[in-house]
């Protein structure tokens, strides 16, 4: 199947600073990729959309200055965390699609984020 | 009302048992339905995959889709330990965008 891979698998850092957070998809060309956000024991809460090329549609309540998202290529989607707060600690986890159409989306590993 | 219901669980069973994990949804529009299965720390991983309804079957998993009584259903026969995970149900109407049930926990039991 298909494979998305995300990096860094796991991240420390200190309130204020930034965190970027890959999302590569290895054996298709991902033409959408999804940003999400899983708190313990909880679902994921799709936090953005993300289309090759152009600006990301963000979800209701998700602040689209703290984080940014880009998709400058098929095959590659970032996530930043702009000026990192406790509260932003979380798992966040992509997945991506393709332009053949299937419904499915491919999972990253996820990312767990820890703001210290 | 959550737009896409799952029976919370958690669930044990013992090695063997068959089980059998549901959710339900409101929103008419969905016709994409997805089981994953997440172990902790790791992204959810796809297990089945059903466009409208019906059933569709996988080794020993069985995915059933009733798009009149707004019912999807995962079967899992013969379950072993290493099943033991959260299993997530999702759908959509536009294809990759879901919306997910908050999970299943499942424990089998050797």
């Known amino acids: 199947g298909a494979v998305v891979s995300q990096h860094p698998s796991w991240v420390i850092c200190k309130s204020g600073t930034s965190v970027k957070i890959e999302c590569r998809s290895l054996?298709?060309?991902?033409?959408?990729m999804f940003w999400y956000r899983q708190f313990p024991k909880q679902s994921l809460m799709l936090m953005a959309t993300?289309?090759?090329?152009?600006?990301?549609?963000?979800e209701q309540g998700v602040e689209k200055d703290k984080f940014l998202i880009n998709h400058a290529s098929l095959t590659l989607s970032t996530l930043t965390v702009t000026s990192a707060h406790p509260e932003d600690s979380s798992f966040y986890i992509c997945?991506?699609?393709?332009?053949?159409?299937?419904?499915?989306?491919?999972f990253g590993q996820g990312t767990r984020l820890t703001v210290v | 009302q959550k737009e896409v219901e799952q029976d919370p669980g958690p669930l044990s069973v013992p090695e063997g048992a068959i089980v059998s994990l549901n959710c339900t949804y409101s929103?008419?529009?969905?016709?994409?339905f997805m089981w994953y299965r997440q172990y902790s720390r790791k992204g959810p991983e796809l297990l089945m995959y059903?466009?409208?309804?019906g059933n569709k079957e996988d080794g020993r998993f069985t995915a059933q889709v009733d798009k009149s009584s707004k019912y999807i259903s995962l079967f899992i026969r013969d379950s072993q330990p290493s099943d033991s995970a959260t299993y997530l149900c999702?759908?959509?109407?536009?294809?990759?965008?879901?919306?997910f049930g908050d999970g299943t926990t499942l424990t089998v039991k050797p």
């Open positions: 929103n008419s529009a969905f016709q994409y």
């Open positions: 059903t466009y409208s309804s």
């Open positions: 054996d298709f060309q991902a033409t959408t």
């Open positions: 993300s289309n090759e090329g152009s600006k990301a549609t963000y």
């Open positions: 997945s991506a699609r393709d332009s053949g159409g299937i419904a499915e989306a491919f």
């Open positions: 999702a759908m959509s109407a536009v294809a990759g965008k879901s919306t």
